[in-house]
């Protein structure tokens, strides 16, 4: 079974991330919210984390190896930094992790030496859908062999950086069967539209992107003729966004504590109040409860057991935590948690998404 203590080298990770989402996530949250666009200096300052760095090997241009716990353990820290900074910090992995995953040798060769430099590369990825049903195991978005290449047609919605990297993966139905394949920007065929206007998140750039018989060429499929699973990517994913959920939710439930310990009505403290100590004992039980099943899932996925139960399990319920743990921040501060004084209203909205996106993140 798995422990509950981390390592050393964990925990010296888990304060160095602290550090810098308190330093220069945090700081800056509400004005990237308001115009919109990551400050440079969130991605190149946690670059020098070396975070995907760590997770490639040294034949490829890294120096570690590759811990899911690990990755849940830092990433809950970003999320309570700014969910929106930390999946701009985690699109190189959108990249760089299917490759590790699933990728041929020629295709590691080519693309993770590109994602272990010095300076930050956005990287994107292409599965969610804008349909009601989507299921990321079963795209509507079509691939076909033709002549040497795959033909890819369809719709994607949500997808980070699209304008801007020089790898996208995209996954899409070859003969019934979800695949990721690589595209390079520019690729024909390959339309990125507006980008999108969201409720929460608003500092990261999400796009639409359309494929009209965009050709790839074969050796470009993850994995080559062989393809690949996408199942432990999926799991990845669930486990990499239940992690900023929980960071979300953590971040709600301190600064509510807090204020309630401060604000006084009637000559006492409102924390002293029944309603309100039931309620912040209520958001700190589904906090740990949410990060005890974040962690459990990533165990699994560590000792290369299916994961799939917990890692929905994990995403379903980290889900439902950061949404109703933020809800019951802004009803903590009550007309104070419903202005932009207060960055609980900014957390709900960016708490709300947690439920309706997929594939956004990856560890």
Known sequence: MFGFEPTDDQKTLVESVRRFAARELRPASRAADESGEPPA??????????LLAASLPEEHGGFGQRSVVSGALFCEELGWGDAAGAIALLAPSLVAVPVLLGGTAEQKAEVLPGFAGDDYVPGSAAWQEPRFDFDPRVVHTQARRENGSYLLDGVKCNVPYAAEAEWMVVYAALDGVTQPFLLK???????????????????????TVELKECRVPAGRRIGGDRGCDVE????????ALSALAVGVARAAYEYALDYAKTRHAFGEAIAQRQAIAFMLAEMATEVEAARLLVWE??????????????????????DDTALAVTDRAVQVLGGHGYIADHPVEMWLRNG????VLEGLALV
Do not use: H
């Open 297 to 318: 899932a990533a165990w699994r996925l560590d000792e290369d057991a299916d994961a799939t139960r917990e890692a929905c399990l994990a995403k379903s319920f980290a």
């Open 41 to 50: 200096r969130w991605t190149q300052a946690g670059w020098e984390l070396a």
């Open 352 to 355: 709300r998404g947690f439920g």
């Open 185 to 207: 920007k520019g690729t024909a065929g390959l339309q990125v539209k507006e980008r999108e206007r969201n409720m929460g998140l608003r500092a990261l750039p999400l796009y």
């Open 232 to 239: 432990p990517i999926l799991n990845a994913s669930r486990v």
